[in-house]
């Protein structure tokens, strides 16, 4: 998927091309044994854009209960079981710590540029 776009500032017309693989949509990160996993490895930071919805997707037989209290993204998703998801849309640039109440060694960056 081809996103363009044109804007007018000051008289200059910018014109950017950005592709779905470089800036998704959406990203799933799952909680299991215990940790953040990205793309089947353990995530301690995750890089993103602005704009990106991460989905927190539970594979582990018990309950997680994903937050965050960083200024940037101030979220609580609730406890929720294994099979079940729950997403945030991250829409400001800047730095959120992400952590399970329920564990509290499960700890994540993720840093939105």
Request: glycine fraction near 6%; aromatic fraction near 10%; proline fraction near 5%.
């Amino acid at each position: 998927m081809r996103i363009i776009v044109v804007s007018l500032w000051g008289g200059l017309v910018w014109l950017a091309v950005m592709t779905a693989q470089n800036n998704p949509a959406s990203l799933v990160v799952e909680q299991k044994d215990k940790t953040f996993v990205y793309k089947g490895t353990k995530a301690t930071t995750l890089k993103i854009k602005v704009g990106p919805t991460i989905q927190f997707k539970n594979l582990d037989p018990y309950f997680h209960n994903v937050f965050s209290l960083s200024d940037t993204k101030l979220f609580d998703l609730g406890s929720y079981p294994q099979g079940q998801s729950r997403s945030v849309t991250f829409d400001k640039p800047g730095t959120v710590e992400v952590e399970c109440a329920i564990h509290p060694l499960m700890k994540m960056t993720v840093e939105v540029k």
